[in-house]
């Protein structure tokens, strides 16, 4: 097994299914979260506006905030995300140079 081996560098074919499965169960987490939203803030958006008010816009922001928490982990942060792969890399070649300063 290589010294770099990690669950997001997975050396078997049998590791690559696995975290394959996992990106791919948690982004489409994220887009049923997403549908859900967007129906039901239409719904709320419909009340509201048969109410005359306006007050569909609160919860629409509210939820919002917590779909965008949920797409930035989703999409950036966790395994298979930009922001997480640039992470990877940077602690990479710090441990890189400080087993090659042995």
Not at 7 to 21: I, M, S, Y
Not at 54 to 73: C, E, Q, R, S
Request: hydrophobic share 50%; proline share 5%.
């Amino acid at each position: 097994m290589s010294a770099f081996h990690t669950p997001d560098h997975p050396a078997a074919p049998d590791d690559l299914d696995r975290l394959a499965r996992k990106r791919a169960g948690a982004k489409m987490g994220w887009l049923l979260h997403a549908c859900v939203y967007l129906c039901v803030n239409l719904a709320l958006a419909a009340l509201a506006a048969y109410q005359g008010r306006h007050w569909a816009v609160f919860p629409a922001l509210g939820w919002g905030l917590g779909l965008a928490i949920h797409g930035a982990a989703v999409w950036l942060a966790l395994p298979g995300g930009r922001l997480h792969a640039r992470l990877l890399e940077r602690e990479r070649a710090a441990i890189r140079q400080t087993l090659q300063r042995r």
